[in-house]
């Protein structure tokens, strides 16, 4: 059973980095394209950022939209099997709930999503 | 970067009847590179459309998605209890893949 595990989210000041975890269980996390979703209070989906896997996919190219390009970093770590959101310069409109998801074009299975809080 | 407008914003129905969901692209989604998701209070999202009509695993048979080009569809045959919640779609013919706004579908 694919299972996703979200961490490291919190409250961090305007400019602030933050670095999120998604632990996953059930799958060899390299081998698929994964990708990061997030969803503003009371707001709608927004997709911020995905790697691709070794199966189909060019085993690691990145994408990100021009809101985020910069200034995110996804990466993976094989050995733990987890994947990473590196946020730096952080802004209030990050203020979000970040989901972690299996895919590239849609999101076949989600984690729980961790809350990013960007205040002063 | 293609817009997705969803309609209607809010949708009113009870159980056992028929819901029909919009999804309008601002420009034409090739190959049927379109999703379609629920999120219920609390919870991230489900996959339940791909490839516009496809289901994915796991998902009851009277949730069925179709279209083409700019309009899209979900229809659910007979509501049930627990499909009551708001339904996204998402492109990803072209980058930036986006999402529409939602549609809410609550019990009346």
């Known amino acids: 059973e694919v299972q996703l595990l979200e961490s490291g989210g919190g409250l961090v000041q305007p400019g602030g980095s933050l670095r999120l975890s998604c632990a996953a269980s059930?799958?060899?996390?390299?081998?698929?394209?994964m990708t990061w979703v997030r969803q503003a209070p009371g707001k709608g989906l927004e997709w911020v950022s995905t790697i691709s896997g070794t199966i189909g996919g060019s085993g690691g190219a990145t994408y990100y939209p021009d809101s985020v390009k910069g200034r995110f970093t996804i990466s993976r770590d094989t050995s733990e099997n987890t994947l990473y959101l590196q946020m730096s310069s952080l802004r209030a409109e990050d203020t979000a709930v970040y989901y972690c998801?299996?895919?590239?074009?849609?999101?076949?299975?989600w984690g729980h999503g961790t809350l990013v809080t960007v205040s002063s | 970067e293609i817009v997705l407008t969803q309609s209607p914003g809010t949708l009113s129905l009870s159980p056992g009847e028929r819901a029909t969901l919009s999804c309008r692209a601002s420009?034409?989604?090739?190959?049927?590179?379109l999703a379609w998701y629920q999120q219920k209070p609390g919870q991230a999202p489900r996959l339940l459309v791909y490839g516009a009509s496809s289901r994915a695993t796991g998902i009851p048979g009277r949730f069925s998605g179709s279209g083409s080009g700019t309009d899209f569809t979900l229809t659910i045959s007979r509501l049930e209890p627990e499909d009551f919640a708001v339904y996204y779609c998402q492109q990803y013919a072209i980058s930036p893949k986006t999402f529409g706004q939602g549609t809410k579908l609550e019990l009346k």
């Open positions: 998801a299996k895919g590239n074009n849609f999101a076949e299975a």
């Open positions: 420009q034409s989604v090739t190959s049927t590179s």
């Open positions: 059930g799958f060899t996390l390299k081998n698929y394209a």
